[in-house]
């Protein structure tokens, strides 16, 4: 199981949200490439960055910090970064800086044929985030729910070629309330594409139970303010995940 720490950029600073409400932002840091390089010493193996102003604006709002955060780590660990990219230019603009996966979200459910064109464009490098609540995929930073069913969308998107899907649960993200692991496993089990974890993992002991059904394609878990609040270490949630791993049966 890879556990990702979150970066989720605001106004130029790392921050966390509470169900990705703009305005209950924490700031951790003012220093996001710091940061980065704090999660490459505490030996993650790939970095989830967020520009949250471009995913409320629907562009790049923070590509000068990203591209510190590239310069900074880069080659040293796989990034992966969504918010506010919605065209192919912003696509090839980031890759050639050297992100490695670009995550389409809102566009993806507002305009499929984006995300199938970009499929096409830039195979093996694109990521769909579905975000949802009680099973219908909610846009623009959660700010809107659609009547679509997650899993159809899912399906649909995989048959576009998607190299994976990254599952929130917008009810538990930032809440500390832990991840939605039936809901999650529901979802991979209704696919062939890997499925990433996302939205209030908040202990060691839910480590373990993904860890328990990364076999039915949950494969890795984006992490965020149970790192932040020190609520554990992220060596240490690592290395029991390898652990695990490991482990015969």
Not at 69 to 90: S, Y
Request: net charge negative.
């Amino acid at each position: 199981m890879l556990l990702i720490p979150a970066i989720d950029i605001k106004d130029g600073s790392c921050v966390r949200l509470r169900q990705g409400d703009m305005q209950a932002s924490t700031v951790f840091s003012d220093d996001p490439a710091a940061v980065a390089a704090h999660w490459v010493e505490q030996g993650a193996r790939r970095l989830h960055l967020v520009d949250l102003n471009g995913a409320v604006s629907g562009r790049p709002r923070n590509e000068p910090v990203i591209r510190q955060i590239v310069d900074k780590v880069g080659g040293q660990l796989v990034i992966q970064l969504g918010g506010g990219i919605r065209d192919l230019d912003t696509m090839e603009r980031y890759l050639d800086d050297g992100i490695d996966y670009i995550i389409i979200g809102t566009a993806a459910v507002r305009s499929p044929g984006f995300l199938h064109d970009a499929c096409g464009a830039f195979p093996g490098h694109v990521i769909v985030a579905l975000d949802a609540k009680d099973g219908k995929v909610a846009v623009e930073g959660w700010s809107k729910m659609t009547g679509h069913d997650v899993i159809d969308l899912a399906r649909k998107f995989e048959d576009y070629g998607v190299e994976a899907v990254l599952y929130t649960d917008i009810g538990r993200d930032g809440m500390l309330t832990g991840v939605n692991i039936d809901a999650t496993l529901k979802l991979a089990q209704s696919l062939q594409v890997p499925v990433i974890a996302s939205g209030g993992l908040a202990s060691l002991d839910e480590i373990a139970a993904l860890c328990a059904v990364e076999s039915e394609g949950v494969v890795a878990a984006v992490m965020g303010r149970a790192l932040y609040e020190n609520k554990f270490q992220f060596r240490e949630a690592q290395a029991l995940a390898d652990r695990i791993g490991l482990a015969p049966g």
